[in-house]
């Protein structure tokens, strides 16, 4: 399935789960291998409390239609620094 950048740009995004997470604002493509790298989402109003954006990796991306994207639950909202867990010997 071919989606046009202008249909893709404002798509609607949820998790598997079904939480609305907002609509697709931008994305980063790499140029050598022509591939889309991530997406940037803007998120919903509750959404918008915790982050200004969400940073969906490519690799994130259970599925697209016309109707929507969705993503995996596991979505991290951009500036939010994810840590491995550590534990004390």
Same mark, same amino acid.
């Given at each position: 399935?071919?989606?046009?950048?202008?249909?893709? #740009?404002?798509?609607?995004?949820?998790?598997? &789960?079904?939480?609305?997470?907002? /609509? =697709?604002?931008?994305?980063?493509?790499? *140029? @050598?291998?022509?591939?889309?790298?991530?997406?940037?989402?803007?998120?919903?109003?509750?959404?918008? #409390?915790?982050?200004?954006?969400?940073?969906? &990796?490519?690799?994130?991306?259970? /599925? =697209?239609?016309?109707?929507?994207?969705? *993503? @995996?639950?596991?979505?991290?909202?951009?500036?939010?620094?994810?840590?491995?867990?550590?534990?004390?010997?």
């Amino acid at each position: 399935m071919k989606i046009n950048s202008s249909k893709l #740009l404002g798509l609607r995004v949820e998790t598997k &789960s079904g939480t609305h997470l907002g /609509s =697709i604002q931008s994305f980063d493509v790499a *140029v @050598d291998e022509q591939t889309v790298l991530c997406y940037y989402v803007r998120p919903t109003a509750l959404v918008a #409390l915790f982050s200004k954006n969400i940073l969906v &990796s490519s690799s994130q991306v259970v /599925s =697209i239609d016309e109707k929507k994207m969705v *993503v @995996d639950d596991a979505v991290v909202p951009v500036g939010v620094a994810v840590t491995a867990p550590t534990s004390v010997v």
